[in-house]
């Protein structure tokens, strides 16, 4: 979620005025469909989620706010060490995936 963590965000959330600069859209067009920030995210991301897990690459009982939560953690950490990143991705895409049975 290339909105979280940057610079104009309110808590962990984009603001709807760093959504609009970074969509290249006036706010306005934001404030007419979203009330906030959190809320075009949601907007944009539940249907994703969905899709995903009806194609059976993204566990059912998965929310969105799961998976919000899991980027917001892996943001706050800071990474020092070549792979750092790549592999805690790597471990929490994995909890994401359906369980075989």
Do not use: K, W
Request: net charge positive.
């Amino acid at each position: 979620m290339p909105f979280l963590n940057r610079r104009g965000t309110s808590g962990n959330y984009a603001s709807l005025e760093g959504i609009a600069r970074r969509a290249q859209v006036g706010i306005g067009t934001l404030y007419r469909h979203f009330h906030s920030g959190r809320a075009a995210i949601h907007a944009v991301g539940e249907p994703l989620l969905r899709h995903a897990q009806e194609a059976g690459a993204v566990r059912p009982d998965a929310s969105f706010d799961d998976v919000l939560r899991l980027v917001a953690g892996i943001t706050m950490v800071h990474f020092t060490g070549p792979g750092q990143l790549d592999h805690v991705l790597s471990l929490a895409l994995d909890g994401l995936r359906p369980r075989l049975s």
